[in-house]
């Protein structure tokens, strides 16, 4: 698995462009041309990108509760007091386009993560 470089989100609706640019390298305003989408990423959307990017995410979601829950490489939405929210765990780390780099899950009700793979090069 690759590093992980934070991006902070361009705009506040745009945290799902910032985790798939994070995940895959790209920049974050070529993964909005892409995805022809500059608002609120969808789970279909992030899973076409990733998928077309050379990475499997798991089939369904699941719950975790504290970051020990967590695989090496998850995709995050987390009810955040202001809205449902995109972020990024990796390795003990979390890189969340609006907070910052962090060490636990930035303040959220509830927590669903996907397991995030990056496919074997042939």
Request: aromatic residues 10%.
């Amino acid at each position: 698995m690759r590093d992980i470089t934070y991006v902070h989100e361009p705009d506040s609706l745009q945290c799902g462009q910032a985790v798939l640019a994070m995940i895959t390298g790209t920049d974050v305003r070529k993964v909005a041309e892409i995805l022809d989408n500059h608002r609120e990423t969808k789970l279909a959307e992030m899973r076409s990108f990733l998928t077309d990017n050379g990475y499997s995410i798991a089939a369904g979601r699941k719950e975790a509760q504290t970051k020990s829950d967590l695989p090496p490489l998850a995709m995050l939405s987390l009810e955040t007091p202001r809205c449902w929210h995109w972020s990024l765990y990796s390795d003990g780390t979390f890189y969340d386009p609006e907070h910052g780099v962090m060490y636990d899950f930035p303040v959220c009700k509830r927590k669903y993560y996907w397991e995030v793979t990056e496919n074997e090069k042939h």
